[in-house]
């Protein structure tokens, strides 16, 4: 018999993204309860309280007399579920809503500190609220052709609406290649076939940035 991954394991293996709701939270319990193993604990308030219960809940009296949860249980249900509220807030989110690219260089402006070349997918919802971000490349960019699968497969694994493509210049110059503009055009065209509009592929460097799409290049 195939023994199961444990979530923690899951976790360092393939990432945080393929953990179901329930493994994120037995890995925050730690350890389940008398008779009750962490998943299984985990799996039954995940299941009776549902999701969009739990984003409700903001006072441990809730956590404790619904689910006759230990005090300590629950003082770790509500803390997480707050701090992922506070995190999460409507303020935050209006952050990470990309309708400009100034909004775009200024969430991304600090991937100059690592100086090496890379190529970042931000991958967004109808209303284009960011969804998931990847690295989907690291090196010289110039010199590799960038793989229309490596872009477009997290957009469909999330059901992305749009993808923005940032790439950074760690010498300071903010001119495109040619290789940068063959790349764009090349993606577009992949991108009408698919169905999932690439909005722009921003070049950014320390204190400035440009946008593929809206500069003409004679």
């Known amino acids: 018999m195939k023994k199961e991954i444990l979530p923690r394991e899951k976790l360092i293996k393939f990432g945080i993204q393929k953990l179901k709701n329930y493994e994120l939270l037995s890995i925050i319990f730690n350890t389940g309860v008398k008779n009750k193993s962490v998943l299984d604990l985990s799996k039954e308030i995940v299941s009776e309280y549902g999701e969009n219960n739990l984003r409700k809940i903001r006072k441990i009296e ?6 006759d949860l230990p005090v300590y249980k629950s003082s770790q249900l509500i803390s997480v579920i707050e ?6 807030s409507e303020e935050f989110d209006d952050k990470k809503i990309f309708n400009n690219p100034k909004k775009v260089f200024m969430y991304l402006k600090d991937l100059n500190k690592i100086k090496k070349e890379k190529l970042i997918g931000l991958y967004l919802n109808s209303r284009n609220k960011l969804i998931y971000e990847e690295i989907i490349s690291i090196g010289s960019i110039n010199q590799n052709i960038i793989h229309a699968r490596e872009v477009f497969k997290p957009a469909i694994e999330y ?8 790439q950074n210049y760690p010498s300071g110059e903010c001119i495109p290649s040619k290789n940068d503009l063959v790349n764009y055009q090349k993606l577009q065209e992949v991108s009408k076939i698919i169905g999932i509009d ?3 592929h921003l070049i950014i460097s320390d204190n400035d940035f440009i946008s593929l799409k809206n500069k003409i290049y004679v």
């Open 62 to 67: 809730d956590v404790f007399n619904l689910y």
């Open 83 to 88: 701090f992922g509220r506070r995190l999460f």
């Open 159 to 166: 059901s992305a609406s749009f993808i923005i493509l940032v």
């Open 198 to 200: 690439i909005l722009d």
